[in-house]
């Protein structure tokens, strides 16, 4: 993880010492935060839909 050398902007110490409610809010989301933290679910789920039309037409012409 890098959140440990984020510095806080309200408290100027690093956000993984949790000193102030920022550091803390930023820490969870930080920690909360997955490879597919960026994608949200109505994303996967057209990516989901894609794969089924895509699977489909490969089952139709084979
Ligand atoms: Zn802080």
């Not at 100027?12 to 949790?18: D, I, W």
């Amino acid at each position: 993880m890098t959140y440990d050398r984020l510095v806080c902007a309200n408290c100027a110490a690093p956000v993984s010492q949790g000193r102030c409610p920022v550091c803390r809010a930023n820490r969870e989301r930080l920690q909360q935060e997955s490879p597919f933290a960026g994608l949200n679910p109505m994303a996967l789920i057209a990516l989901l839909v894609v794969l089924v039309a895509a699977l489909t037409v490969i089952a139709k012409a084979a």
